[in-house]
């Protein structure tokens, strides 16, 4: 009897190989985890490169651009002195209007030379009325790239002046009146 209960009462075991294929499905499913896992570490890894690439394109082509517009602009400037003065487009004021005549006080007279699109015309030479009771100075008897003269005037006597300035041997068709007391 005592061996009937024992094999009434028998449990189902697993065998040896039984274990051995579980563990092994176990470690398979692991390694397919840590390759999956490494599959998206290597595809971050790859979008990260790409994006910093894009990234450095841009910055070599923004410098690029730069240079170009650099380049671009000193020709623009060079040209300055190949334009020719259109008159009517041309001006001149001063400042201040008044000055103490017989002192050191100067009024600044300001030239602007430009061409028939408004832009100034550098290395041309401006010259200032003459009159006996004026002193002129020359600060910058020659046209910048902006198309800019630069004059200091003065006066020993009180008087009022009408200012002119001339290019080429061609008088600008404003004038400005400057007053000295």
Do not use: C, H
Request: net charge neutral; aromatic share 6%; charged share 25%.
């Amino acid at each position: 009897m005592v061996s009937q209960d024992t094999k009434s009462s028998k449990v189902d075991l697993p065998e040896a190989g039984e274990i051995l294929s579980a563990k092994e499905r176990q470690l398979q499913i692991e390694r397919e985890e840590l390759r999956r896992e490494s599959q998206k570490k290597w595809v971050l890894t790859s979008l990260l490169l790409i994006f910093v690439l894009i990234l450095l394109l841009g910055l070599v082509y923004s410098v690029y651009l730069v240079s170009e517009e650099t380049r671009i602009k000193s020709k623009a400037e060079s040209s300055a002195l190949t334009r020719q003065v259109e008159l009517a487009n041309s001006y001149l004021f001063a400042s201040p209007l008044k000055a103490k005549a017989g002192s050191n006080e100067k009024i600044r007279i300001t030239v602007f030379l430009l061409d028939s699109k408004g832009l100034g015309v550098a290395g041309k030479r401006v010259v200032l009325g003459k009159d006996a009771s004026l002193e002129i100075e020359e600060v910058q008897p020659v046209t910048d790239d902006l198309g800019k003269a630069l004059f200091d005037v003065s006066s020993s006597s009180a008087n009022a002046y009408l200012i002119e300035a001339s290019v080429d041997g061609k008088v600008l068709p404003q004038r400005v009146s400057v007053v000295f007391e």
